[in-house]
């Protein structure tokens, strides 16, 4: 059976009195889960992150990484830097750095395998847009860009990867999609998976949701069959919202 991975990306939020803050709230509401809980701070708090984190169930991702290990690319985050700040999990691909980054799913597929060459596990982001939808080509656009991310991995490759399916059109927006829009996304996506690789490699795949995940609508979405976790937003900026869909599923 598939762990549930609850995820938090906390986007361009918080600074390191704020990290401290919010994960000193979090670790007194989560000193134990079955499930894995994952927080994604900016890149300036990883180190406090890194440190407040210790002897606690929560893991420390990040936001993104560079395609570069090192030299004269300024601004950039390389992978090595990332897992020497504790980093176990990167979040590649993320709708948003589609929308304001230009990534394509080339770029995001070398990433990945970048994270993955560093022994760190990336969590690779897919998803539609409301104009996508809205013409019915969900199933192609998110066809297309499965097969586009995942682009030559090896099987264990696939199986170490997590996938978060976020709808564009349901992230910060307050709209979500129903759970039976999520889990015909989340089938589609576990089946492409198989005809790319097996039925017993799409199996272990890890397929999470993201898009306005909260407390309220987090148990209904992460009951489907194919919904493995959450990649949550807003919700996860503060501890007793976090904590609160955690304690949920």
């Not at 990332?82 to 589609?98: D, F, P, Q, T």
């Not at 560093?118 to 996508?132: F, K, Q, R, V």
Request: net charge neutral; hydrophobic share 40%.
């Amino acid at each position: 059976m598939r762990k549930k991975i609850i995820a938090g990306n906390w986007k361009m939020n918080n600074d390191i009195f704020q990290t401290t803050d919010l994960l000193n709230g979090l670790k007194e509401k989560i000193s134990s889960s079955e499930h894995l809980v994952i927080v994604c701070p900016p890149f300036t708090s990883l180190v406090v992150a890194q440190q407040l984190l210790k002897n606690s169930p929560i893991k420390l991702g990040a936001q993104d990484v560079s395609l570069f290990d090192s030299g004269a690319y300024t601004g950039e985050i390389s992978v090595g830097m990332l897992k020497a700040a504790g980093c176990s999990y990167v979040i590649v691909g993320h709708s948003e750095r589609r929308q304001y980054h230009g990534e394509t799913n080339e770029i995001i597929n070398k990433k990945a395998k970048k994270v993955l060459d560093a022994g760190l596990i990336p969590i690779i982001c897919i998803g539609e847009t409301l104009d996508e939808r809205e013409k019915g080509i969900t199933d192609q656009i998110l066809t297309t860009q499965t097969k586009g991310v995942l682009a030559d991995f090896s099987n264990a490759e696939v199986e170490k990867s997590i996938i978060a399916y976020e709808p564009v059109w349901a992230i910060g927006t307050g709209k979500t999609a129903t759970k039976e829009q999520a889990e015909e996304s989340h089938q589609l996506i576990r089946k492409v998976i198989s005809q790319m690789y097996s039925w017993a490699t799409a199996e272990k795949v890890i397929i999470q949701y993201g898009g306005s995940v909260k407390s309220e609508n987090a148990k209904e979405l992460l009951s489907q069959p194919n919904i493995d976790g959450a990649l949550v937003g807003g919700a996860c900026l503060k501890a007793d919202s976090f904590a609160a869909i955690i304690t949920a599923v």
